[in-house]
């Protein structure tokens, strides 16, 4: 079984009944909503880091939909045919959010076999504390994905969706013969939503990304249109996306207006493998 390592010294962090603590003594309190927060202050780039409150509850709304169940369902079963052959394999989420996808590959792969541990990580505590009260039987931590509180080569499977890319540490954390699995948007993702913000729309770049340590082996688009349904939806699948951060004040004022929204989820799912 896959244990965490401490993050102080390194140590591997053994579970009791309400911390987390390893050889040297160094301990970290289990939270009531059943996660650990392993980031260290002297690790902080800011005073709050990830995600804030109204971001996760964003996304909470609008997953909690349903709107996104047909990446989920594809993004679980895409693991379990990569696990297949694995006896009790390690999945690790980088940048799990609030766990919506990190629940759905541990409930498709505990309907298939035996996980050796699903691990979700996300630098947000308020991420976190959505996540840890959905699945107990996933370990979740607030840890930053470009130093994950794992061994070296200690994961069968590492999951990256709509998170950055730390490519370094994936290398480190997936042993030889494991996989990484990045889901990104694909060229006209929420275009319908972008002629409604922006004056001049423009498509998503697609171009293959070369991971160092890994070679890709598989490239899946997944397209299906969506329909969105009063303001309070439209509104949560913005605030979720990186157009919050960049869209000018005329384009949140034409978007607050509308009512319903067809528009197309277009996710790319690559599959690497470690070499």
Not at 30 to 42: D, I, K, W
Not at 218 to 241: D, H, S, V, W
Request: aromatic share 10%; net charge positive; proline share 5%.
């Amino acid at each position: 079984m896959t244990t965490m390592k401490c993050p102080v010294c390194s140590e591997p962090l053994i579970r009791g009944e309400k911390e987390y603590r390893c050889g040297k003594n160094h301990s970290f309190d289990l939270a009531a909503q059943g996660y650990v927060n392993l980031l260290l202050s002297s690790k902080k780039h800011t005073a709050v880091p990830g995600d804030s409150k109204e971001m996760v509850a964003a996304r909470e709304q609008f997953l909690g939909s349903g709107a996104y169940g047909f990446l989920r369902r594809e993004a679980a079963q895409l693991c379990v045919r990569l696990m297949q052959d694995r006896r009790v394999p390690v999945v690790v989420d980088a940048g799990c959010g609030e766990g919506y996808y990190t629940c759905g590959v541990s409930q498709a792969l505990r309907e298939q076999q035996s996980p050796g541990g699903i691990f979700g990580f996300d630098i947000s505590k308020f991420a976190l504390r959505s996540a840890g009260k959905k699945d107990k039987s996933i370990t979740w931590a607030v840890a930053s994905i470009f130093d994950m509180p794992l061994e070296t080569a200690s994961a069968d499977l590492v999951l990256n969706i709509f998170a950055p890319l730390a490519a370094e540490e994936f290398a480190r954390v997936v042993r030889p013969g494991g996989y990484l699995v990045t889901v990104t948007p694909g060229a006209e993702h929420l275009f319908e939503m972008k002629q409604i913000l922006y004056p001049q729309p423009y498509r998503n770049d697609i171009e293959p990304i070369a991971v160092p340590g890994f070679v890709q082996t598989q490239r899946l688009t997944i397209r299906q249109t969506m329909e969105l349904e009063g303001r309070q939806q439209i509104k949560a699948l913005f605030q979720m996306t990186p157009y919050f951060w960049r869209t000018p004040k005329e384009g949140r004022e034409r978007l607050e207006t509308v009512e319903h929204l067809t528009t197309d989820g277009e996710f790319i799912l690559t599959v690497y493998r470690r070499s």
